[in-house]
C-alpha cells in the first residue's frame, strides 16, 4: 500500500506563492507518474500539473507560466511552487502518484493524496 502526504496549503493573497509537498511511502519499486490535480467548490476535478518518471512536464492552460512542477526521485516527492496566485486558483489540491509497488509480486497502484486546501484572497 502506497500511501501520500500532502502539506504546504493555506492562505495567501493574489499575487503571492505557495509551494505544495507530497511525499510517497510503502514499498515503491518505480514511479511513473506524479501529479497535482485541483478541485474547486461545484467544479470536477481537474489536472494542474504533471511529471512523468523521465521528467516530462504538462501543465493546464490557465496555469502555464506561473506553476511549476519538480520531483525527487531519492524522496519519492512531488512539489507544486505556484507562483503569481489569482482568486481563481482557489481549490483543494490533490497530489497523485501512480508506479508500480512490490519487491517480489508487484502490482501497479494509483494513490492520492488526502487533498490540502489552497485560498488565494483578492
Known amino acids: 500500500q502506497v500511501q501520500l502526504v500532502e502539506s504546504g496549503g493555506g492562505l495567501v493573497q493574489a499575487g503571492g506563492s505557495l509551494r505544495l509537498s507530497c511525499a510517497a511511502s510503502?514499498?515503491?519499486?518505480?514511479?511513473?507518474?506524479m501529479g497535482w490535480y485541483r478541485q474547486a467548490p461545484g467544479k470536477q476535478r481537474e489536472l494542474v500539473a504533471r511529471?512523468?518518471?523521465?521528467?516530462?512536464?504538462n501543465y493546464a492552460d490557465s496555469v502555464k507560466g506561473r506553476f511549476t512542477i519538480s520531483r525527487d526521485n531519492a524522496k519519492n516527492t512531488v512539489y507544486l511552487q505556484m507562483d503569481s496566485l489569482k482568486p481563481e486558483d482557489t481549490a483543494v489540491y490533490y497530489c497523485?502518484?501512480?508506479?508500480?509497488?512490490?519487491?517480489?509480486?508487484?502490482?501497479?497502484?494509483?494513490?492520492w493524496g488526502q487533498g490540502t486546501q489552497v485560498t488565494v484572497s483578492s
Open positions: 510503502g514499498i515503491i519499486s518505480s514511479i511513473n507518474a
Open positions: 511529471i512523468t518518471g523521465g521528467g516530462n512536464t
Open positions: 497523485n502518484v501512480r508506479g508500480v509497488s512490490g519487491r517480489i509480486a508487484t502490482f501497479d497502484f494509483d494513490s
